[in-house]
């Protein structure tokens, strides 16, 4: 018999003698907005907010596959609005969880960062940068908050696993111009005060220059979306898959949940107000929503439309989405297929080099000095200790153990067509775009910044280039981890799909 044929045949029988799998959905939203003043995560100074821009929220969407009463696979996704999840939280939410409702395979919680900046501290000793010197009066308490944090999601999950019910869903592709590559390459080296780096380029350098040549990586504009419904038909929830960080008011000192809140807003008032809408961010370590050049002509379009930068950047995403679920949302599906895969990576850590030691060395001993003359020193003074100090213990750790690994967390999710799949980093896009194109599903979600810790996973590129999120201050795993990542994943995908699309 010919091959082909042979293959066909195989794969009608699987595909006419596999079980039929029934969606089950429940879905919840969780307030995690804090009480005031309380200190805010994402930038080198200490920063306290007095005010309540929008809220925080968590968004828990729960999936069950099941073949009659038996149930095949689970899968419980929550978005939440803050700059990281921290393993620890992560683990105090799962053993809540368990505790609850010990049928559940907590491992299959899966939970990712929006990477709002403004958005509480969330761990005292961050594992790869700084530490804040939080007072200890007049402010809401890290641990406070977390105890705060790990019961309103653990509650949110338990609401949304009980409430799941029959229903279906679909996918959609569409496209918003959200994301802008924020690393600048020069014709000329760069020196960078503060880094061991004289390489060619910079985070957020200026392009207005003769030496600009352009920027160092690509973008990603795909808004990919999965929409939720009911068995009545009614829309109950979506996922939206940004390949951009919610970054655009990460200075303020305020709470804000970015152009995410403006997203659900509108979401919400064409859908209904119980929509559960999570945002994603795909890879993203060198994209920001704010773009690098052209930036006049963008401003006075947004000016003219009488929009704010946070309601421009919402209004190209809910247009994409909106786009997507006119063109799918007759083309559901109740009975379809969920496939969850939990795996830990043993990443190769990105090794220090003599130089970088030296150098950090000598940036953590001076701001020491400073910080011994002055205990009143800025906040920053402390940053840069700390952040060089994990340099020079992580070279100093080299010598005890010259391979050193981290393990990283991933998810795999078949989910019909779709794939999904995460990592703890703010990944580079280009690695990102190397596993939807080597993937073999119809369509990939590319997840980043799900539990642990956060730091950026540069390219080859980028490490040449230097620059803040490509020096060794800010890597914990470089370019052969980023590759290892990439390939472990694509075939975790792949076994899900051995007919390439």
């Not at 391979?403 to 990283?408: G, L, Q, S, V």
């Amino acid at each position: 018999m010919n091959r082909h044929i042979a293959l066909f045949l195989t794969l009608m029988y699987f595909a006419t003698n596999l079980p039929a799998q029934e969606i089950h959905i429940g879905t919840a939203t969780a307030d995690i907005t804090p009480k005031l003043p309380v200190a805010l995560m994402g930038q080198f100074n200490l920063r306290i907010a007095d005010t309540i821009e929008t809220p925080l929220t968590a968004n828990v969407i729960a999936l069950e596959s099941r073949e009659g009463s038996r149930s095949l696979d689970i899968a419980i996704m929550v978005s939440c609005d803050v700059v990281e999840i921290p393993e620890q939280l992560l683990k105090m939410v799962r053993d809540e969880v368990h505790k609850k409702i010990p049928e559940i395979d907590a491992t299959k919680i899966l939970m990712t960062a929006i990477h709002t900046h403004t958005a509480p501290v969330l761990e005292n000793g961050m594992q790869y940068s700084f530490r804040y010197q939080i007072p200890k009066k007049g402010v809401l308490q890290v641990e406070e908050y977390d105890v705060f944090f790990v019961k309103r999601i653990s509650d949110a999950i338990v609401k949304a696993w009980k409430d799941r019910r029959p229903g279906s869903v679909t996918w959609g592709l569409s496209h918003a111009a959200v994301a802008y590559n924020r690393r600048t390459v020069y014709s000329k080296e760069v020196p960078t005060p503060g880094y061991f780096s004289n390489g060619s380029a910079q985070m957020y350098g200026s392009t207005n220059m003769p030496e600009f040549i352009n920027l160092e990586g690509m973008e990603d504009h795909d808004v990919n979306t999965l929409f939720f419904w009911d068995k009545s038909g009614k829309l109950i929830g979506m996922t939206i898959d940004v390949p951009c960080p919610a970054q655009e008011v990460e200075n303020r000192l305020a709470i804000n949940a970015d152009y995410w809140h403006p997203v659900r807003e509108k979401l919400k008032h064409r859908f209904g107000s119980d929509l559960c809408v999570l945002g994603w961010i795909g890879a993203a370590g060198d994209q920001s929503p704010r773009p690098m050049y052209r930036k006049e002509s963008e401003e006075r379009m947004i000016r003219l439309r009488n929009l704010s930068r946070l309601e421009e950047i919402s209004r190209r995403i809910v247009l994409a989405v909106e786009e997507a679920y006119e063109t799918v949302k007759d083309d559901r599906y109740a009975n379809v297929q969920l496939v969850h895969k939990v795996e830990t990576l043993s990443l190769p850590m990105r090794l220090v080099t003599e130089q970088e030691y030296l150098f950090c060395k000598g940036e953590r001993d001076a701001a020491a000095a400073e910080m011994a003359a002055d205990s009143s020193v800025a906040s920053e003074v402390l940053a840069r200790m700390t952040w060089n100090r994990d340099v020079v213990n992580r070279y100093e750790n080299q010598k005890k153990n010259p391979n050193p690994k981290m393990d990283a967390e991933i998810h795999v999710l078949r989910l019909g067509d779709v794939a999904i799949c995460t990592d703890q980093f703010e990944l580079f896009t280009d690695y990102g775009i190397r596993i939807q194109a080597r993937s073999n599903a119809l369509q990939t979600f590319v997840v980043q910044l799900a539990a642990g810790a956060g730091s950026y996973l540069p390219t080859e590129k980028a490490v040449k280039g230097g620059g803040y999120s490509a020096v060794i201050q800010s890597s914990m795993v470089g370019p052969e981890g980023g590759q290892i990542l990439v390939d472990r994943t694509v075939e975790l995908i792949n076994n899900l799909w051995p007919v390439a699309k």
